[in-house]
């Protein structure tokens, strides 16, 4: 994975940003960010990874319904 974060304005470009990649790491992080709008998925309750799995995906499936 290589970093996709533009640099500040104020300081020289040392690394090539792609924006079509940029753009999807927003979106991915937007995706989180809906995602721990669950209290449970964003305290993660769940003991277990297959507990806590399961609550991921019935909170998708609530963003994605």
Known sequence: MQAVIPTRSNQPRLRS????????????????NRLKQSRRVATRYEKRAANYLAMVLIASIRLWL
Do not use: Q, S
């Open 17 to 32: 940003f792609r924006h079509a990649d940029y753009r999807k790491r927003c979106r991915v992080e937007c995706l989180f």
